[in-house]
């Protein structure tokens, strides 16, 4: 007879949605595949069938990848924003716009309500910052506020796959040589090491860097927590993402913070980048999962070929904006877009296909622009 404790029970479906995830993503289709992201599919599979997991697994998961990523990006950060920070925050302008409109053409022309049109847009953004400013633009309607979230449960995990394989196609599509990408990426990004100790003695706190992701961690929450008012708007928070990536950024910039020593060894970033999505993955599926067949039956299939529009349409136009106006480098715009559309998980299959993680600076720069761009943008949607 097996008997399997309950906590025992959580930790067993946790790692066997990774097992199998990483089964299927090991699948590839003309020599594409989904590789990690795949979890994010099996979870929802299992979520569909009852299984769920706390919602402190999910945020545990995005708070270690996403610090790890703003860790990792933070030397080449600054030499980034230099050489391209106007193209970015115009992208990211772009993207935001170029999605609302067609926003309002599914609200306008195929008669979407709107709170569930916003709903369906914050989830082929996959932004949970744009979410929450939604339903807040709703509060006084129960009903609007649940269509917001209907809209967001159908397309979040459609707009994540979307665009996971996005940023594997375009490679392919464009025949791109990679080895010469991955030297442009290298090149534009400026990469430069903290500099060496000027005869002051500096110390870390433990030999690996944990210290410095911990702290980038509770730091980066504190920060995200922070809630700035935008008159005739709403509020605005950079949430449990943007906290930790902009902490991680800065602490991976600058090396040291006084005498301490704050660098994180290389050989750990990885590692915590790959358990962070795994946690990430398994909840978010999971929690999508629930709900997903019920939402699509009750509203119908059209609302996902409206959600893959508004995924599609601010994705290809942006990336050609960046490669036929901004002549950015390919690898670099694919990033961009990655960042504007608030989308971590296609970073993940974007440093994968890569097969560096420099494009993560470029990612980390347009990430926080997208999140204000967002929030002010489900707030003026509000009112078409």
């Not at 399997?4 to 946790?14: D, G």
């Not at 397309?155 to 665009?163: A, F, I, Q």
């Amino acid at each position: 007879m097996l008997s399997i404790q309950e906590s025992a029970l959580t930790v067993l479906e946790l790692f066997l949605i990774a097992a199998l995830g990483y089964c299927v993503g090991a699948v590839k289709v003309r020599g594409i595949s989904l590789g990690s992201s795949a979890i994010f599919l099996v979870a929802l599979v299992f979520g569909h069938f009852g299984v769920s997991f706390p919602a402190a697994l999910q945020t545990t998961g995005m708070v270690l990848f996403i610090s790890s990523v703003g860790i990792s990006a933070g030397p080449s950060f600054v030499g980034n924003l230099r050489r391209h920070g106007a193209a970015y925050i115009l992208l990211c302008l772009f993207t935001a716009v170029s999605g609302s409109l067609v926003c309002v053409a599914v609200i306008r022309l195929a008669g979407v309500e709107t709170p569930l049109a916003m709903g369906l847009m914050t989830g082929a953004y996959t932004t949970s910052p744009g979410f929450a400013s939604a339903k807040e633009a709703f509060h006084g309607s129960a009903e609007a506020v649940a269509m917001v979230a209907a809209g967001y449960g159908i397309m979040y995990p459609v707009g994540t796959l979307c665009k996971v394989l996005f940023v594997q196609m375009v490679p392919r599509l464009l025949g791109a040589d990679m080895e010469h990408e991955r030297a442009l990426v290298r090149r534009g990004a400026e990469t430069a090491e903290p500099a060496e100790d000027s005869g002051h003695h500096r110390f870390r706190l433990d030999p690996l860097g944990f210290f410095t992701l911990a702290a980038a961690i509770a730091c980066g929450i504190l920060l995200g927590g922070i809630t700035i008012p935008l008159p005739g708007i709403g509020s605005f928070s950079l949430g449990n993402s943007g906290g930790p990536l902009l902490v991680g950024l800065l602490l991976g910039h600058l090396g040291h913070i006084g005498p301490v020593d704050v660098r994180v060894d290389p050989r750990i970033v990885e590692p915590v980048k790959e358990l962070g999505l795994i946690l990430f993955f398994t909840g978010a599926g999971t929690e999508g999962g629930a709900q997903l067949v019920e939402i699509v039956s009750q509203y119908g299939a059209f609302l996902l070929v409206y959600g893959i529009i508004l995924v599609f349409v601010p994705l290809t136009l942006g990336f050609a904006l960046s490669r036929r106006v901004f002549r950015l480098p390919m690898l670099n715009g694919l990033a961009a877009m990655s960042g504007g559309m608030t989308c971590s998980p296609s970073l993940a299959a974007l440093i994968q296909t890569a097969g560096t993680t420099d494009v993560a600076s470029t990612y980390a720069t347009t990430y926080p622009i997208a999140l204000i761009n967002m929030v002010i943008v489900m707030q003026i949607l509000a009112n078409v």
